[in-house]
């Protein structure tokens, strides 16, 4: 029972990797507070539906959490869509920007508004799920791996600017996972990344959200700013 009696935050967390992240928390004794787009149904969750892009809405997330919890712990950034496969002269410029401030912005604004709360409590735990898309690049998704590779960089710059505050931040960078995402890529984009991974096949959920959750515990002390792999040995770095 790693979390027991912390309340940890999960953006994105209706489905997909958040989702898998929730449900190994809770397992863990974590209170868990889910910020989406959509909240689940009949869940006993807390859920606070937000547009994850808005400033205004997440702050409105936010100051719901605390008014449930009194405070936050943890915050789990793990929202984001793939967007189309398309050459670059494909993109518009509406898809781009969905892309990246889906991706991009909304851990921005979740850090934004988590942080001071960490900040005079002096501890916490911020783990960003990026991709290797943000350290190699894929073809055919610029927008999806610029922002993810914008999400490596948030990660780093905020890591040092709170080194010393006793909150630590870290992300993940996933290959292909078998969650929703795969269904907005085409066959053709699907196997060619599958295909660069060495253990030849996608990773799982639960997976991802063990190395989390490790990130977001206590038994986490002395790694901050870093990427870690979570690519069936596909990353070189």
């Not at 940890?8 to 004794?29: K, M, P």
């Not at 689940?40 to 719901?64: I, M, Y």
């Amino acid at each position: 029972m790693r979390f027991q009696g912390k309340v940890i935050v999960i953006t994105g967390g209706a489905g997909g990797i958040g989702s898998a992240v929730a449900d190994l928390a809770e397992a863990e004794g974590a209170q868990v507070a889910i910020w989406d787009l959509r909240v689940p149904e009949n869940s006993s969750r807390f859920s606070a539906a937000c547009d994850l892009r808005d400033p205004f809405a997440v702050k409105q997330a936010f100051n719901q959490t605390i008014d449930q919890f009194g405070k936050v712990d943890i915050l789990v950034t793990s929202a984001g869509i793939t967007g189309r496969t398309t050459p670059i002269e494909g993109l518009e410029g509406e898809e781009w920007h969905q892309i990246l401030d889906i991706n991009l912005t909304s851990v921005f604004l979740a850090c934004k508004y988590v942080v001071p709360a960490m900040r005079e409590r002096g501890q916490g735990r911020i783990v960003n799920i990026a991709s290797v898309a943000g350290k190699e690049g894929n073809a055919n998704q610029v927008a999806y791996s610029s922002a993810k590779a914008g999400v490596i960089a948030l990660t780093k710059a905020l890591a040092k600017e709170l080194a010393e505050t006793g909150i630590l931040v870290n992300c993940v960078t996933p290959a292909i996972i078998e969650t929703d995402l795969i269904h907005q890529m085409t066959e053709e984009q699907l196997q060619s990344l599958l295909a660069r991974i060495p253990m030849k096949r996608p990773g799982k959920a639960h997976e991802v959200a063990e190395m989390v959750l490790w990130l977001a515990s206590e038994q986490c002390s002395f790694s901050t700013g870093a990427a870690f792999d979570m690519s069936g040995g596909r990353a070189t770095y």
